[in-house]
């Protein structure tokens, strides 16, 4: 085979790759809408599911046409029943396809608004470490807030880590 050949053949396949990741993806979020919208109907609660995929990951978000105070519920205080959900439908998804789940689940555009106020938050501690060139430690974080974190940190061309033990894992941001 010649070297042109080859690339070809690599990248069908690597085509053929990201058709069966998406294809897996979307059958995760069909899976956990299904979960989700009997969990709705048991608790008397109006909401559309929204499905996407963002990279490695499927999306799922309930959203509601006009009273988002009732899904708050399914919110709870800092996201707390939000997290435990999500961990629930994951199960879900597990137990139909037996494969471990990265499902992302949004209610009431909560994880958006979170990510928005993360990312800045991000931005302004990487921004403080390059004036100060100190290392700046942020408060403890779930996982999701300090992926998020971290990838600010990043697109402002800065390093960072995290340290601690759960729950009390936090993110450290390094001057250059």
Not at 132 to 160: C, I, N, Y
Request: net charge negative; with cysteine.
């Amino acid at each position: 085979m010649t070297e042109g050949t080859t690339s070809a053949v690599e990248a069908e396949a690597a085509a053929s790759a990201d058709e069966s990741l998406i294809t897996r993806l979307e059958q995760e979020g069909d899976i956990a809408a299904d979960y989700l919208e009997g969990l709705l109907d048991i608790a008397d609660l109006d909401g559309d599911i929204d499905m996407d995929v963002e990279g490695d990951r499927a999306l799922v978000s309930i959203v509601s046409d006009g009273n988002d105070r009732a899904l708050q519920r399914l919110v709870g205080q800092d996201g707390e029943v939000l997290e435990a959900l999500q961990e629930l439908t994951r199960l879900a998804v597990h137990r139909e396809t037996g494969e471990r789940s990265r499902l992302m689940l949004d209610i009431a555009g909560f994880r958006a608004r979170k990510r928005e106020e993360l990312a800045a938050l991000g931005a302004e501690a990487a921004e403080r470490a390059k004036s100060t060139g100190e290392q700046v430690k942020l408060k403890p974080m779930t996982p999701f807030e300090r992926k998020v974190v971290h990838d600010a940190v990043a697109a402002a061309g800065l390093r960072s880590e995290s340290e601690g033990e759960e729950p009390q894992r936090c993110v450290v941001v390094l001057p250059a």
